[in-house]
């Protein structure tokens, strides 16, 4: 998928990875984008709301009324960018029940519910792309993120299921794999960050090139490696203790 002219809807696209997924979409030459956010009276919304090309939707991923609300409204769209997310820094074990299914709610089921919305879109539009931002915690897990990890574990086998029920309508579905991104969501952690202007060139690239997986950064690749051997070694290393 060339960027060009592509009329694209993005989740989540107040701040942080979301943004940069605006900008870079702008950069490159797509025709709309429908940006959207839970509030669209904050200082950045309102900041979207005046660029060229963009058009600022109201959207909670966890209501499916505003899911169809917004697939009724953006009817053009021919590439979905699926970014919206929480990290609450839940354990599985100890932590509170309703704040896990609310990760899995905002993951998983929020983000199957947008793809089976739009996908009659796409379809009508020959096809299109739907772009799924995931995580290195998609394929392992690390304590006190317990219920953010099970949650982009889901994301990502649903991203394959979804990807093989897409594929007669000719719908490309990319997952982009990465760990921490200098964003407000990893206020607070003092390892090693990307910036996330790179996460949105690369899922772009990724879909020129037709890839339907991209790993952004060096820490997702060792991850991603490390599941054809035993865990043990890489837990080692993460949680001694495990």
Not at 114 to 123: D, H, K, N, W, Y
Request: hydrophobic content about 50%; cysteine-free.
């Amino acid at each position: 998928m060339d960027i060009t002219d592509q009329v694209a809807l993005v989740t989540g696209a107040n701040r942080g990875i979301g943004r940069r997924f605006v900008d870079e979409l702008l950069a490159r030459g797509a025709r709309k984008v429908y940006a959207t956010a839970r509030r669209t009276d904050s200082a950045e919304a309102r900041e979207l709301a005046a660029l060229d090309r963009v058009e600022v939707l109201s959207l909670d991923i966890t209501d499916h009324a505003s899911v169809v609300a917004a697939a009724r409204t953006a009817t053009d769209v021919t590439l979905l960018i699926n970014n919206a997310g929480i990290s609450t820094a839940t354990p599985l074990v100890t932590g509170d029940l309703d704040v896990i299914r609310r990760e899995m709610d905002t993951h998983f089921w929020g983000t199957l519910d947008m793809i089976r919305e739009f996908a009659p879109t796409l379809a009508a539009a020959g096809g299109g792309a739907v772009v799924n931002v995931l995580s290195a915690l998609s394929w392992f897990s690390f304590p006190g993120n317990g219920a953010y990890a099970a949650a982009k574990a889901a994301e990502w086998n649903m991203t394959n299921g979804v990807r093989l029920d897409l594929a007669a309508q000719g719908t490309l579905v990319q997952g982009v794999h990465l760990g921490a991104a200098d964003t407000d969501i990893m206020a607070g952690y003092d390892g090693p960050m990307i910036d996330p202007a790179v996460v949105p060139r690369a899922s772009f690239d990724g879909l020129a090139a037709g890839a339907i997986e991209v790993v952004v950064d060096e820490w997702s690749s060792m991850v991603k490696a490390s599941l054809a051997h035993d865990p043990a070694a890489l837990y080692a290393q993460i949680a001694p203790a495990a």
